[in-house]
């Protein structure tokens, strides 16, 4: 073990603090940050040490060019290592024509050979890359084609990782794919909004479940046209309402379904929908005998015998969390709804079971349409329950995410974004006074950029997606003369663990980020 002098005292709590979607960008041209009121911000930019990370592309494993988004971004903070993404890894086996030897996927076509039954593919029909990729989607058709299997795709419309009316187009690709197969065809398209909800809204669920399993929805014989049209009625991708074409009557007794999503949150509710047997959120007017369901990854420990993963997940060990856990120190996981998941389980390296010493307070985020309509979010309630946290002296680590910049950025309302900002602002300001009265450390950052580019550079229209930005990285409480070298996401739970005392296990390839003048802080590499 390689170790640095230690410091008399170690910080206590050290607070990682994720401000969702809050990227660097050097222009101040319809940039939220530089537009708001940020007071604290600034200030901790003038006189604390900060620098920035890398959150994209191979940084991130992901494809050269990939934005990033929030479920690799906490993978990799947690993990402290770069871990190849679904993405890549699907792409690698498509490309290599191994997808079409997947023992799941020959299980699908044998049954549905024995059931004459057809298979239904769907997901978000997007070259976004975040949460699926179209590609995806048309080679999963191509597989079942080949083997005299007709397929019904079911496309959801994005408009959140890509421009709000990108989708006429993207749909368009797919359907001269299509066009090349014998049996395949786009059978219903409906907004993500509807059938990608990860926030119990399950009215709208319920819309998209019933596109899909009874055919209900406004009919179409052109996809495309169909979307056209109501881009010119003032709808957007992510808001398109269930459209299903002509003659199509849902899903039979002796049909497949697949999941082509390879980011679990937002798949889960509609999976639970069709999958669980007890399901009583709303009322399933049609339950098929299916004779296979499967999906792209494992969506979660629930759902694993019921939708078993054509790529299952990588095992990470060592995680931040476990690392902390088994030096025997208490940690503090807290968010509202929207970030949950990817402080608890997507930090965790993709496990759903809490370690020793370890608490999580979920905060309900609001039920608004879209959260333009409520910028703030729950962003006041999760500052106020760290504040109690803190002064109750109870943890070594926490780690928070604010959901503000990410959600409201994917609205494109400036002013809404400007208020998201402005709160972040005040929260900061708020848990940077806490973390200082009791001592402990506090670093600032985030998982990706987003409310950094609130219009196109290009076209001038609202940019609702990610960025490939740098984030910064703030030191906002601890040593006011460290110095803190740029990185990646990577670096941060090896510098994070630095700033606790412990060491760095061997299996984390990031490494730590703060340094003394005279060299790195308490730097303990376990080997």
């Not at 993990?79 to 890894?89: H, Y």
């Not at 004459?116 to 048309?138: K, N, T």
């Not at 109870?394 to 208020?419: E, Q, R, S, W, Y």
């Amino acid at each position: 073990m390689k170790s640095h002098s230690d410091h008399s005292s170690t910080p206590r709590p050290v607070m990682l603090c994720i401000l969702d979607g809050w990227g660097h960008s050097e222009t101040d041209l319809n940039n939220a940050i530089a537009a708001g009121d940020t007071p604290n911000w600034d200030h901790m930019l003038a006189t604390r040490p900060h620098s920035l990370l890398g959150t994209s592309g191979a940084d991130v494993g992901l494809p050269e060019g990939q934005m990033g988004n929030s479920e690799v971004g906490h993978m990799t903070i947690g993990s402290g290592r770069v871990i190849l993404q679904d993405l890549p890894r699907i792409n690698h086996e498509i490309e290599t024509g191994a997808l079409a030897q997947n023992p799941d996927l020959l299980d699908v076509i044998a049954k549905l050979k024995a059931s004459g039954g057809r298979c239904h593919i769907a997901g978000l029909l997007s070259p976004g890359g975040v949460h699926s990729h179209q590609d995806h989607m048309v080679a999963l058709a191509k597989i079942m084609d080949d083997a005299g299997i007709e397929v019904y795709l079911h496309g959801f419309m994005d408009g959140r990782d890509t421009p709000p009316t990108s989708g006429a187009g993207y749909t368009k690709d797919v359907v001269k794919e299509l066009a090349a197969l014998k049996h395949a065809k786009i059978a219903t398209l409906v907004g993500r909004y509807f059938a990608m909800d990860r926030d119990t809204n399950w009215d709208r669920v319920e819309k998209a479940y019933n596109a899909i399993f009874l055919g209900e929805g406004e009919i179409f014989s052109d996809p495309v046209a169909a979307l056209e049209s109501a881009y010119e009625a003032g709808d957007t991708d992510e808001f398109f309402k269930p459209h299903t074409v002509n003659g199509y009557e849902g899903i039979q007794d002796g049909d497949a379904f697949i999941m082509a999503n390879f980011r679990a949150d937002r798949a889960r509710e509609i999976l639970t929908a069709i999958t669980e047997d007890g399901f009583s959120d709303f009322d399933r007017k049609k339950r098929p005998q299916l004779a296979a369901v499967k999906g792209m990854v494992e969506y979660s420990t629930a759902l694993a015998d019921a939708v078993p993963a054509l790529f299952p997940p990588v095992d990470v060990k060592h995680t931040l969390g476990e690392v902390a856990a088994k030096a025997g120190k208490t940690q503090l996981r807290i968010a509202e709804t929207e970030k949950y998941a990817h402080v608890t389980f997507f930090l965790n390296g993709g496990e759903e079971q809490e370690y020793d010493g370890e608490e999580r307070i979920l905060v309900p985020s609001p039920k608004v349409a879209t959260y333009d309509l409520k910028p703030e979010m729950s962003a006041y309630e999760v500052r106020d329950k760290l504040i109690e946290a803190i002064q109750a002296d109870k943890f070594d680590l926490i780690v928070v995410n604010f959901a503000n910049p990410d959600m409201v950025g994917h609205t494109g309302v400036m002013d809404a974004a400007i208020k998201a900002v402005e709160v972040i602002d005040e929260c900061i300001g708020k848990l940077s006074e806490a973390i200082e009265a009791v001592g402990g450390a506090m670093l600032i950052t985030a998982d990706h950029g987003n409310i950094e580019v609130m219009r196109d550079p290009a076209t001038d229209a609202p940019y609702t997606s990610h960025t490939t930005n740098l984030v910064p990285l703030v030191l906002a409480v601890g040593e006011k003369d460290a110095k803190l070298s740029k990185g990646t996401l990577a670096d941060l739970a090896p510098t994070v663990l630095t700033l606790m005392g412990l060491d760095i296990p061997s299996e984390m390839t990031g490494k730590n980020l703060v340094h003394e003048a005279g060299g790195l802080v308490n730097d303990r590499v376990a080997s």
